[in-house]
């Protein structure tokens, strides 16, 4: 049976893999001699972090069933991206040390966002009652 996949969680999906990319490039290239190298590091792990959330949320919407759990799941690993990265992209580029408290933030929507995931998986493998052939005699 083919998984539906909304529209929505594709194209963030997508938008989010996509803009890893490019901000890893953008780190790499643009800002080498331009910020520390203590601010290259931060910014090299905000990329990390969201290209590896990028990736599970492709996987979440693409492969989890259809339901609240899936639904929970993409939307946490997009939230982790923006507050997590975010923060510490913003931080490399010299945004106020306060801006790091957002971090945490994210790191627990990405936390969230597994746990959503596995719940997800979880209830992949259940059957609905309703679902179940009747129960009778088995056909030789």
């Known amino acids: 049976m083919r998984q539906h996949v909304s529209p929505a969680a594709?194209?963030?999906?997508?938008?989010?893999?996509?803009?890893?990319?490019?901000?890893?490039?953008?780190?790499?290239?643009?800002?080498?001699g331009v910020i520390d190298a203590s601010a290259l590091t931060t910014w090299h792990t905000g990329v990390e972090y969201h290209f590896w959330h990028a990736l599970a949320l492709?996987?979440?919407a693409a492969c989890l069933p259809e339901g609240r759990a899936r639904t929970i799941a993409v939307g946490l690993f997009?939230?982790?991206?923006?507050?997590?990265?975010?923060?510490?992209?913003?931080?490399?580029?010299?945004?106020p040390r306060v801006i790091g408290a957002i971090t945490p933030?994210?790191?627990v929507a990405f936390i969230a966002g597994w746990v959503a995931m596995s719940v997800s998986l979880r209830q992949r493998g259940r059957v609905n009652p309703r679902d179940r052939p009747p129960a009778g005699p088995a056909s030789a």
């Open 58 to 60: 492709l996987v979440a």
């Open 78 to 95: 997009a939230l982790g991206i923006v507050l997590f990265s975010g923060s510490l992209y913003a931080l490399a580029l010299g945004a």
């Open 10 to 32: 594709a194209l963030l999906a997508g938008f989010a893999g996509a803009s890893a990319v490019a901000l890893g490039a953008f780190g790499a290239h643009a800002l080498r």
């Open 105 to 107: 933030v994210g790191g």
